[in-house]
């Protein structure tokens, strides 16, 4: 019985990987929460889009981006390796490949070979068309060596089908089919959109506050939807810092989150802006005004 079970899910696994790799899974899954008309969606299922929406977008700019690409704060092993767990049951690949490029993208950034700048190859390519470019499937392991040293990470790395598989699973038992179209699918393709704008949008749209060498931008509504990340320019500006909002009115709900966890003692020597960096753009005007 096991054995022919076993079979079973490997030749499941065998013929997703065959018949739906990559990019083909990705327009695919665009359908599913179409499946959601033929069952009855019930409120809960809403609930769930939701709350995996805003956990999730959490875990993507907290772990992804702050934590893994630019070690703006720091986390223990075991908080390390649930905030990659989480940052990954998003569906966007694994921790080290997510960090990696996106470590390229700011020492290239807006050049050619920037992976994906819209000022340099458009829209769709840097919104979605980068990530099944063959040239950036792999790993630049040699980029992350500062995570990649971590077994357990590593492990995550190359399975990264496991959190999304384990959340979805979750989801449908606890919902059935319809928290799974609406609940699961529907928040996590929401999010990839989400999360791409950030490549696409903030590179074009936007206020320059900062004289950064690249094209990026602050905007308010895409710091809204993604949670702190439209606050893009200032991020160029000084990746280090685990603020990206540097303002009461610049809102960077991420950040709040942190700060709670630190409070709690789950996050640790959260990486502030310094003042020189955050007036800079006043001192900047101000030499100007001088010198005129
Ligand atoms: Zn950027
Ligand atoms: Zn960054």
Redesign the pocket.
Known sequence: MMARMSRFVTKGFSWFNTHLSGEKMFLVMHFFPLFAFFTQVKPVDWIICVVLYVVRMFFITAGY?RYF??RAFKLNRFWQFIFAFMAQSSGQKGVLWWASH?REH?RLSDTPLDPHSPKQRGFWYSHVGWIFDKRYKRTLTEKIKDFAKYPEIRFLNEYDFIPPWVVGFTVWLIGGFSALWIGFFLSTIILYHSTFTINSLTHVLGKKRYETGDNSRNHWFLALTTMGEGWHNN?HFY?HSARMGWFWYEIDLTYYLLKVLSWLGIVKNLRPVPDRVRYAHRLKLLMQSNQG
Request: net charge neutral; proline share 14%.
């Open positions: 981006h690409s630019h996106h700011h991020h990746p």
